[in-house]
C-alpha cells in the first residue's frame, strides 16, 4: 500500500540547535505539503510544493525555518535555531495535484519535535 | 479571515449509536471538504471528502453538505469503540490549500 514516509518519528533537541525532517511522498503524488500541528489544534500548513517549486510558503517562519524539494519527490524541512515553542507534530502530505477539483491530501505518520 | 469551526467535544455516544459530527465552515466561495480521524498522537488519516451539496456514504460513514447554510457533517452508523478519536474537518476554500477546524473528540462507549 502507497504511504508517505516520514523520518525520523520522534526528535528531542534544544533550543539553539538545528533540526532537520525528511519526507517522501507517494509516488506520483507532485504537490508535498509540511504542516505544523500543536496539541488540541488542528494541521496549520507551512509549505506547499508542485514538483520542485514552491507554490505557497506565506505561513513559513523563514527567519529560522527552510524547506526544499531539489528533485520534485523527497523533500527536507529544516529549523534552525529550534526554539522551545517550535515542540510540535510536523506532518508530510501529498496529493497528486493541487489542481484536482478534490485535492485529497495523504498524511505520513509525522516527526514529534521536543524542543527542550 | 477563511475559518473553520467544529465543537471540540467530547462528544460521548453508546456503541451500535449513531455519532454526528458538525462543521461550519466561513466562506460560500468553498469548493471541497475534508473529514480526517485521528487516533491520540497520530497523523490525520483521510476518511471522506465531499464537493457536491446532498449526501455521501462510504460504509458506516456519511457525509453530509449543505453549502447554502456552510456546514458540513459526518455520520458514523453503528459506532464501534475503534470509532474513538478526533475528527478533523478541513476545507479548501478555493485557494488550494486546506483549513483545518481544531478537532472534535468522539468517544464511544461499549
Known amino acids: 500500500e502507497a504511504e508517505v514516509a516520514q523520518s525520523p518519528r520522534y526528535k528531542i533537541t534544544e533550543k539553539s540547535q538545528a533540526v532537520a525532517f525528511w519526507c517522501d511522498p507517494i509516488?506520483?503524488?507532485?504537490?508535498l505539503y509540511w504542516y505544523r500541528q500543536i496539541l488540541g489544534q488542528g494541521p496549520e500548513l507551512l509549505v506547499q510544493?508542485?514538483?520542485?517549486?514552491?507554490?505557497?510558503d506565506s505561513q513559513l517562519p523563514k527567519d529560522r525555518f527552510s524547506a526544499e524539494r531539489l528533485k520534485g519527490v523527497d523533500s527536507t524541512l529544516k529549523i534552525q535555531p529550534a526554539e522551545l515553542g517550535d515542540s510540535a507534530m510536523y506532518l508530510c502530505?501529498?496529493?497528486?495535484?493541487?489542481?484536482?477539483?478534490?485535492?485529497?491530501?495523504?498524511f505520513g505518520p509525522g516527526t514529534r519535535l521536543t524542543v527542550l | 479571515q477563511k475559518e473553520v469551526e467544529q465543537n471540540s467535544g467530547p462528544l460521548s455516544v453508546p456503541e451500535g449509536a449513531i455519532a454526528s459530527l458538525n462543521c461550519t465552515y466561513s466562506d460560500r466561495v468553498s469548493q471541497s471538504f475534508f473529514w480526517y480521524r485521528q487516533y491520540s498522537g497520530k497523523s490525520p488519516e483521510l476518511i471522506m471528502s465531499i464537493y457536491s451539496n446532498g449526501d455521501k456514504e462510504d460504509g458506516r460513514f456519511t457525509a453530509q453538505l449543505n453549502k447554502a447554510s456552510q456546514y458540513v457533517s459526518l455520520l458514523i452508523r453503528d459506532s464501534q469503540p475503534s470509532d474513538s478519536a478526533t475528527y478533523l474537518c478541513?476545507?479548501?476554500?478555493?485557494?488550494?490549500?486546506?483549513?483545518f477546524g481544531t478537532g472534535t473528540r468522539l468517544t464511544i462507549i461499549p
Open positions: 502530505a501529498s496529493s497528486l495535484s493541487w489542481t484536482e477539483i478534490i485535492n485529497e491530501q495523504f
Open positions: 509516488s506520483g503524488h507532485a504537490t
Open positions: 510544493f508542485q514538483d520542485e517549486s514552491v507554490v505557497d
Open positions: 478541513a476545507v479548501n476554500f478555493g485557494n488550494e490549500k486546506l483549513t
